[in-house]
């Protein structure tokens, strides 16, 4: 659980205060919640990453889902978070490089698989939110861990929410990631 508290850097103050301030209360569980399984289980797994990197890719990751960073029809939400996270991280003065890792985690997260070739932050944002939205691997985290994880931030009304958003922008993109990440 030590694993998934908030990193003290000024770059996680800058991406919690544009995920809070962007999105409704479902969604920035969720981003807490993808931070803490991708986190929970690079740690579980030996894996070294960058906190605050994978941090920001987990708040930043589903800002195309907002009304504030909405993608412009045909395009993908990913892509639309992605260039969110560059402009915030560029603004946050982050070396080009590590908003590079942060952006293309993003990009990344909706793919079947995303192995550590791609980065060990990619990696684990993938595995972060499919814990959250599909289950997946939830069940190697200790159940202490995942208690402590839904008691701070609770799904509430994640399903419906995150369901009724996919499917709006499966109709506004059919050739996107969007479209196959729909939530049943």
């Given at each position: 659980l030590a694993a998934a508290r908030i990193p003290s850097g000024t770059l996680a103050v800058t991406v919690l205060r544009?995920?809070?301030?962007?999105?409704?209360?479902?969604?920035?569980?969720?981003?807490?919640?993808?931070?803490?399984?991708?986190?929970?289980?690079?740690?579980?797994?030996?894996?070294?990453?960058?906190?605050?990197?994978?941090?920001a890719a987990a708040l930043l990751h589903d800002l195309g889902l907002t009304d504030a960073y909405?993608?412009?029809?045909?395009?993908?939400?990913?892509?639309?978070?992605?260039r969110a996270a560059e402009r915030i991280t560029a603004e946050h003065e982050t070396a080009p490089g590590?908003?590079?890792?942060?952006?293309?985690?993003?990009?990344?997260?909706?793919?079947?698989?995303?192995?550590?070739?791609?980065?060990?932050?990619?990696?684990l944002l993938h595995a972060g939110a499919?814990?959250?939205?599909?289950?997946?691997?939830?069940?190697?985290?200790?159940?202490?861990?995942v208690e402590a994880v839904l008691r701070a931030h609770p799904?509430?009304?994640?399903?419906?929410?995150?369901?009724?958003?996919m499917s709006a922008l499966a109709e506004t993109a059919p050739k996107s990631g969007s479209h196959d990440a729909r939530v049943t």
């Amino acid at each position: 659980l030590a694993a998934a508290r908030i990193p003290s850097g000024t770059l996680a103050v800058t991406v919690l205060r544009a995920c809070e301030t962007a999105s409704p209360s479902w969604l920035v569980s969720h981003c807490m919640r993808t931070w803490a399984w991708g986190a929970a289980l690079g740690v579980a797994t030996g894996l070294s990453f960058d906190r605050e990197a994978l941090f920001a890719a987990a708040l930043l990751h589903d800002l195309g889902l907002t009304d504030a960073y909405a993608p412009a029809r045909g395009d993908c939400f990913a892509f639309s978070s992605a260039r969110a996270a560059e402009r915030i991280t560029a603004e946050h003065e982050t070396a080009p490089g590590r908003a590079r890792v942060i952006a293309d985690a993003i990009v990344l997260h909706l793919e079947v698989q995303v192995s550590l070739a791609h980065g060990p932050e990619a990696h684990l944002l993938h595995a972060g939110a499919g814990c959250d939205v599909l289950g997946a691997r939830l069940r190697s985290l200790p159940a202490s861990v995942v208690e402590a994880v839904l008691r701070a931030h609770p799904r509430a009304e994640m399903n419906d929410a995150l369901s009724s958003k996919m499917s709006a922008l499966a109709e506004t993109a059919p050739k996107s990631g969007s479209h196959d990440a729909r939530v049943t």
